[in-house]
């Protein structure tokens, strides 16, 4: 590793000194397989940006560059009472948003339920009821006895979807381990409407949205430096602002070429065609037993939803290759289990602040039932730290790729989501990489900075609610469906 500056996590090699060679010995083998080097770092931006090119010149590249019909910053001054869906990997939220007159200012009403694992293998009817329950509970808790009229919703929707319009989202593929049947290739709009007609609730879609387009405005509406959003959770993505010239795909509607258009890159699909990141048999065990093999290669070896998996995949690997070597005899069929550990588990282990590593040995024992030596908890520490450090590095890579695309030498990226905001080191870790990518010069200062983001999904996504009306108001309709509907909303 180059340039270990003062921020740099401190490192756990003075550690290794329990670990008998035979054990050491593996330990090298995994540093060799999880580390990427700047070499590397480079060549996979200099592939990402091919692929970010493609994703604008035609519709069914492998990076999506959906255009999302965002098509401006805020000013601070957006007004007006909205409501906010937010479908993630992990919850459903639904917040109301009221953007008072002060400038930037707003007021946020918010209920959290949780997703139920089922219900991401379910069937689509029982999806959109859920939703509809959620809602009419939201509404029946803080609006019970009035007499409501039409609210605004931005749907933040946050799986891959082809927008004709910003009130419109031909779902592309199921990610995060999502799998319901019967929306892939559909408008998503459409069958939330009708549950909602339905059941009489007075809410009416105003926007589709992804929660990094959310992000990028959320935060821009703060830091006028941020350039990029970006999420870093169960799964992995960013959005920025492009011009209409930049996308060749989109030249036959005839926008003015310096039109801003927000893209959600959907880059979690980054070298489906494996050509150029680093793929461990791990990686490929994942890819082969997740409901869409192929697919999402980037995101699977960065996102949360998939870190603890590498993790155990990794340590059940090392156990059963060299019988004996770890773990004595004991029962070790809880590590047997896919998916048992998530990221927060790493985590924990990487945030075990005892010289003997007692936090780890307890969670070892809670988690897997199994009792380690401190050479073996000195080599889980390393292994966590190797597969962390990996996740963080590579993630970089995509936030770079769109500095160099849009030959951005400084800027602001608003990040949100639970490996940026819970993991150790994640941040410092991703820092140092785009150090390396980007040549910064030691004495530099970070020219990029990835720092926390506001509310992309709720705030965020009232705040394109309010700019798709605006815009309405203005007589400005590309990209907007359902003009009728929009001006009930004014
Ligand atoms: C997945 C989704 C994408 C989302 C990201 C982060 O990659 O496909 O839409 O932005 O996860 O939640």
Redesign the pocket.
Known sequence: MVGLGPKHPPSRKGSMHDVPQDLLQHVKEFETVFTVDRAKLKSIVDRFIVELEAGLAADGANIPMNVTWVMDFPDGNEQGTFLALDM??TNLRVCEITLTKQKGGFDITQSKYKMPEELKTGTADELWNYIADCLEQFLHTHHEGENLHSLPLGFTF???AQQDYIDHGILQRW??GFDIDGVEGHDVVPPLEAVLKKRGLPIKVAALI???TGTLIASAYTDTAVKIGA?F?????AAYMDNVGSIPKIAHLGLPADMPIAI?C?Y?AFDNERKVLPFSKYDEIIDRDSPRPGQ?AF?KMTAGLYLGEIFRLALLDLHDSNPGLIFGKQDISKLRKSYLLDASFLAAIEEDPFENLSETADLLEKELGICATLAELEMIRRLAELIGTRAARISACGIAAICKKKQMQTCHVGAD?SVFTKYPHFKVRGAQALREILDWAPQDKDKVEILAAEDGSGVGAALIAALTLKRVKAGNLAGIRNVDTMNTLL
């Open positions: 993630g990997g946050s799986y891959p990610t995060k992804n929660d990094t999420i959770g169960t799964g992995v993505n959600n959907e979690g999402q995101e989501g």
